[in-house]
C-alpha cells in the first residue's frame, strides 16, 4: 500500500525518544508517508520533504512511540448495561491519552474480536487491541468472571475461556482458541508443568504466544519458564517460587511475603531462568501501589513486589508496562501511573520505563517488527510531548499531539 502518492507527515526539531533503549537525539525530524515512519534523522537533511500534506514544529517537544499498555481487561462482563458505548468511550480517551496498542488479558471474544476489528477498520477510535484467549484447570471455571465472560455457554466450553485438563485435546482446544482471533493463550490457574507445556508448543506452532499469571497453581514461576511461556504477569507472584506450591488459585495474592524475602536464592534463580530465556514480565506495580493500604499484607507485597521488579531489570529480564486496571473516566490513562511507579519505587530509569511500555510491550505481544519504536519501517505511532520525559516521567501526560498509523488524533471529541 506504500507509494509515492501517499500523503506526508513530518515532524521537525523533536527530541526523540526512540523507545530501543537508545539516548535522546534533539533537533531530529520524523518523515512519516502514509501510516509508516519512513525516514528520521537531523533536522535540514534533504531527506525532509520540504513541502509535505501535515508539517509539526515539533521544537521543545519530546516524541515517544505511541504507549503500549500489555494489561488491560476490557470485556471481562460485556452483556453488562451500555457497555459498547462505555469502552468505545474508554478506547477513545486511551487513544487521546497517547495509548496506542493494548493487550486485552481475558474476556469475552464475542464482544472484544468486533471491537479490535472496528478500531482496525477506523470505525472506533482507539489503541489497537489484541486479545487472549484463556486456558485453565476445570476448578477454576466457578469463578463469576469466567462466567460473566462466556455467558450462554457452558462455563469451560467457550473456545476462549476453556478448561484444560490432562486428558484434554489440546492440539483441538489450541486451535479453536486461535479461531477466536486471539493473539495468544493464557494460562490462568490449575495448569501442571507438564501441560502448561504441552499448550505451549502447540499454541508456538501456531503463532500464537504463550502468556501466564507469575505462577498457574501448582505450576512454579520456573516451571512456567521452562515450560514456554513468553510473558508471566504479576511480579508479586514471583514470591510462590519460594514456598510450598498451593492448589488454591484463589489464595494468590497471599504469598509468604514475610517469609520469602526478595533476596531468596529459588526466587533469584527463577529470575535468572527468565533472563535466560527471554521470558518478559509484565510487572503491574502500579496496581500494588493501590493496595498499599489494604489488609495487613498490603505494603509488604508492594515492596517486595517493586524490589523484584528492580531485581529482574538488574538480572536482564524485560520489564513490560501493563496496569490490570482502569483510569476513571477524565483522567490519564492508568499507564501513565504504571510509568510513575516504575521510575519513582522500582527505580527504572525513565528510559527504561518508556521502552518497557513501546518496545517491550509490542515484543510481549509479538508484533515488535511493526510497533513499538520509532524506527524507519515502522507504523507511525507516535506521542508528542510538552515536557521531556526524561527529567520527570509524569511528564508523559503532558500531551501535544498523538499519531496513530499516521494520521493525527482529533484532541476534541
Ligand atoms: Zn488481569
Known amino acids: 500500500m506504500r507509494g509515492q502518492d501517499e500523503p506526508t507527515l513530518v515532524i521537525r526539531g523533536a527530541t526523540v525518544i526512540d523507545g530501543t533503549g537508545a539516548a535522546a537525539r534533539p533537533g531530529t525530524s520524523i518523515v512519516v508517508r502514509g501510516d509508516r515512519i519512513e525516514w528520521l534523522g537531523p533536522d535540514g537533511s534533504p531527506n525532509v520533504p520540504r513541502s509535505p500534506d501535515v508539517a509539526i514544529d515539533a521544537a521543545g517537544a519530546a516524541v515517544i512511540p505511541g504507549l503500549i499498555d500489555a494489561h488491560v481487561h476490557l470485556s471481562s462482563d460485556p452483556g453488562a448495561e451500555g457497555w459498547r458505548q462505555r469502552t468505545e468511550g474508554a478506547l477513545g480517551e486511551w487513544l487521546r491519552g497517547g495509548v496506542t496498542g493494548v493487550r486485552d488479558m481475558a474476556g469475552d471474544a464475542r464482544a472484544i474480536r468486533p471491537l479490535a476489528e472496528a478500531v482496525d477498520a477506523g470505525e472506533v477510535e482507539g489503541p489497537k487491541i489484541d486479545f487472549t484467549a484463556i486456558v485453565a484447570g476445570p476448578g477454576f471455571f466457578v469463578d463469576p468472571r469466567a462466567r460473566a465472560s462466556s455467558a450462554g455457554i457452558e462455563p469451560g466450553e467457550a473456545p476462549w475461556a476453556r478448561a484444560v485438563e490432562p486428558g484434554s485435546d489440546i492440539e483441538?482446544?489450541?486451535?479453536?482458541?486461535?479461531?477466536?482471533?486471539?493473539?495468544?493463550?493464557?494460562?490462568?490457574?490449575?495448569?501442571?508443568?507438564?501441560?502448561?507445556?504441552?499448550?505451549?508448543?502447540?499454541?508456538?506452532?501456531?503463532?500464537?504466544?504463550?502468556?501466564?499469571?507469575?505462577?498457574?497453581?501448582?505450576?512454579?514461576?520456573?516451571?512456567?519458564?521452562?515450560?514456554?511461556?513468553?510473558?508471566?504477569?504479576?511480579?508479586?507472584y514471583l514470591v510462590w517460587e519460594g514456598s510450598p506450591p498451593t492448589l488454591e488459585y484463589t489464595e494468590r495474592g497471599n504469598g509468604n511475603y514475610m517469609g520469602v524475602p526478595p533476596d531468596d536464592r529459588a526466587v533469584g534463580a527463577a529470575l535468572e531462568a527468565m533472563a535466560a530465556n527471554g521470558t518478559m514480565l509484565d510487572a503491574t506495580v502500579a496496581l500494588m501501589a493501590r493496595i498499599v493500604g489494604r489488609g495487613d499484607n498490603g505494603q509488604l507485597r508492594a515492596d517486595w513486589?517493586?524490589?523484584?521488579?528492580?531485581?529482574?531489570?538488574?538480572?536482564?529480564?524485560?520489564?513490560?508496562?501493563?496496569?490490570?486496571?482502569p483510569a476513571a473516566p477524565?483522567?490519564?490513562?492508568?499507564?501513565?501511573?504504571?510509568?510513575?511507579?516504575?521510575?519513582?519505587?522500582?527505580?527504572?530509569?525513565?528510559?527504561?520505563?518508556?521502552?518497557?511500555?513501546?518496545?517491550?510491550?509490542?515484543?510481549?505481544?509479538?508484533?515488535?517488527?511493526?510497533?513499538?519504536?520509532?524506527?524507519?519501517?515502522?507504523?507511525?505511532?507516535?506521542?508528542?510531548?510538552?515536557?521531556?520525559?526524561?527529567?520527570?516521567?509524569?511528564?508523559?501526560?503532558?500531551?501535544?499531539?498523538?499519531?496513530?498509523?499516521?494520521?493525527v488524533v482529533d484532541p476534541a471529541r
Request: hydrophobic fraction near 45%.
Open 172 to 236: 483441538a482446544i489450541v486451535e479453536a482458541a486461535a479461531a477466536t482471533g486471539a493473539t495468544g493463550v493464557k494460562a490462568y490457574a490449575l495448569v501442571d508443568p507438564e501441560l502448561l507445556a504441552r499448550i505451549a508448543t502447540a499454541a508456538h506452532r501456531r503463532g500464537l504466544k504463550v502468556w501466564s499469571h507469575a505462577t498457574v497453581f501448582p505450576t512454579r514461576p520456573s516451571e512456567a519458564v521452562s515450560s514456554g511461556v513468553d510473558v508471566l504477569s504479576h511480579a508479586g
Open 330 to 407: 477524565g483522567s490519564p490513562p492508568s499507564i501513565h501511573e504504571e510509568l510513575a511507579v516504575l521510575v519513582e519505587k522500582v527505580g527504572l530509569t525513565p528510559l527504561d520505563a518508556i521502552e518497557a511500555a513501546t518496545r517491550n510491550g509490542a515484543r510481549a505481544i509479538g508484533i515488535e517488527g511493526d510497533y513499538g519504536t520509532i524506527e524507519p519501517g515502522k507504523v507511525a505511532n507516535l506521542v508528542i510531548l510538552d515536557a521531556d520525559p526524561l527529567t520527570d516521567i509524569r511528564n508523559t501526560t503532558r500531551i501535544r499531539a498523538v499519531i496513530k498509523d499516521g494520521e
Open 305 to 325: 513486589t517493586y524490589e523484584i521488579v528492580r531485581r529482574a531489570h538488574e538480572a536482564g529480564v524485560d520489564v513490560v508496562a501493563g496496569t490490570d486496571f
